[in-house]
């Protein structure tokens, strides 16, 4: 009985191990793939500012956005984050303030300014993009964050695509872009749940 019992728990653990394992591959997977193309809107994921300017990480984002917005990608560029306390700025105005000074008009730019956190900012953008059957949408940040900005994207009713921050300080392959990546799949286990059960 206990050999039945302890081979089952270590297969559990093997089947656990394998699927954490997969899953931080499809996370490298996505953070290496540009699915660039026409959508009905860009989405900045935020980072941090400091006093209305983009940090180095934020403003590889936005330089990436702005290629896509100048290639004809979009005619629209969502741009996301609040404040931390303390800040005189959110994040979405910094990110503003940036691509109007590059010459984007104001008027293509939509805000979603309070969110703290990925799921927060992203649960937001609703408000300022409505999706019917058929929106599409273009998220950019660093690699890392894609498959699981691809995955709220989705289930929020968007038909959700993304492009990799190339510039990022954060490098491919790096020590610190591992410590996200563990990150990023503890954050999509924790999110799976509510996809399954709402």
Same mark, same amino acid.
């Not at 997969?22 to 490298?28: A, E, H, V």
């Not at 403003?59 to 990436?64: G, M």
């Not at 599409?136 to 990799?164: I, N, W």
């Given at each position: 009985?206990?050999?039945?019992?302890?081979?089952?728990?270590?297969?559990?653990?093997?089947?656990?191990? !394998?699927?954490?394992?997969?899953?931080? @591959? $499809?996370?490298?997977?996505?953070?290496? #793939?540009?699915?660039?193309? *026409?959508? &009905? %809107?860009?989405?900045?994921?935020?980072?941090?500012?400091?006093?209305?300017?983009?940090?180095?990480?934020?403003?590889?984002?936005?330089?990436? !956005?702005?290629?896509?917005?100048?290639? @004809? $990608?979009?005619?629209?560029?969502?741009? #996301?984050?609040?404040?931390? *306390?303390? &800040? %005189?700025?959110?994040?979405?105005?910094?990110?503003?303030?940036?691509?109007?000074?590059?010459?984007?008009?104001?008027?293509?730019?939509?805000?979603?300014?309070?969110?703290?956190?990925?799921?927060?900012?992203?649960?937001?953008?609703?408000?300022?993009?409505?999706?019917?059957? &058929?929106?599409?949408?273009?998220?950019?940040?660093?690699?890392?964050h894609l498959f699981r900005s691809e995955m709220m994207l989705r289930e929020?009713?968007?038909?959700?695509?993304?492009s990799p921050a190339p510039d990022s300080p954060i490098?491919?392959?790096?020590?610190?872009?591992?410590?996200?990546?563990?990150?990023?799949?503890?954050?999509?286990?924790?999110?799976?749940?509510?996809?399954?059960?709402?």
């Amino acid at each position: 009985m206990w050999r039945w019992v302890v081979s089952i728990c270590l297969a559990l653990v093997v089947i656990a191990v !394998a699927g954490i394992v997969g899953l931080m @591959g $499809m996370i490298y997977i996505q953070a290496r #793939t540009d699915e660039a193309r *026409p959508v &009905d %809107a860009i989405v900045v994921m935020g980072a941090a500012q400091y006093n209305g300017r983009p940090s180095p990480v934020f403003e590889a984002r936005l330089t990436q !956005a702005l290629a896509l917005y100048n290639a @004809g $990608m979009a005619p629209t560029i969502v741009v #996301t984050g609040g404040k931390q *306390p303390g &800040d %005189a700025y959110t994040e979405a105005e910094s990110a503003t303030g940036w691509l109007v000074e590059r010459g984007v008009p104001e008027g293509a730019i939509l805000m979603e300014d309070e969110g703290a956190s990925t799921w927060a900012s992203l649960e937001g953008v609703p408000a300022v993009l409505p999706p019917d059957d &058929d929106t599409s949408v273009l998220v950019v940040s660093d690699g890392f964050h894609l498959f699981r900005s691809e995955m709220m994207l989705r289930e929020l009713g968007y038909r959700a695509y993304s492009s990799p921050a190339p510039d990022s300080p954060i490098e491919p392959w790096s020590p610190v872009e591992f410590g996200h990546v563990i990150r990023e799949t503890g954050g999509v286990l924790v999110f799976l749940p509510k996809m399954v059960f709402g």
